[in-house]
Nanobody
């Protein structure tokens, strides 16, 4: 099976920085796009940033210029460097990967991590 595990969330003061990581593991043939979504209490899950396997990136307007997404294809890992954090960035952050798995059968689908909490104190 395939698993995505996030790390790096926590409590940070407004204006501070955090770096999230998400590692994919398991029976993986290849990974296409990877990215991050976030969900604040009582709100829908929104796209934050994504990155293709060739490095093309896309950002939500609300984070462009403050967040940077990157990936290490050799480690099947995607990162989200968050800077100048604001109260409105407080949410659970979920990573995803568009992954082709090898077993039990070859299949391409999206996999999601369990989420990591980011809290910003003012």
């Amino acid at each position: 099976q395939v698993q995505l595990v996030e790390s790096g969330g926590g409590l940070v003061q407004a204006g501070g920085s955090l770096r999230l990581s998400c590692a994919a593991s398991g029976s993986i043939v290849s990974i296409n796009a990877m990215g991050w979504y976030r969900q604040a209490p009582g709100k829908q899950r929104d796209m934050v940033a994504n990155i293709t396997n060739s490095g093309s990136t896309n950002y939500a307007d609300s984070v462009r210029g403050r967040f940077t997404i990157s990936r290490d294809n050799a480690k099947n890992t995607v990162y989200l460097q968050m800077s100048s954090l604001k109260d409105e960035d407080k949410a659970i952050y979920y990573c995803y990967g568009d992954i082709v798995r090898r077993s039990p059968s070859r299949l391409r689908r999206e996999y999601w991590g369990q989420g990591t909490q980011v809290t910003v104190s003012s």
